[in-house]
């Protein structure tokens, strides 16, 4: 979950600036669950892996 302090903006820059800024937090939090889940997948395989090298 994310938590969002928002103001609202005055202009129709000002909004078109916090979303791209909104957007781009979207982005990294995606980017860096989808790194977590990558990294526990390829962390199970191995181990899963270095049982029958045994």
């Known amino acids: 979950m994310k938590e969002v302090l928002r103001e609202a903006p005055l202009t129709p820059s000002a ?26 997948t390829q962390a199970t395989t191995y181990s899963n892996n270095s049982l029958y090298r045994s």
């Open 15 to 40: 909004f078109l600036e916090q979303a791209r800024q909104e957007e781009n937090l979207d982005c990294l939090v995606t980017t860096a669950a989808q790194q977590a889940t990558d990294n526990n």
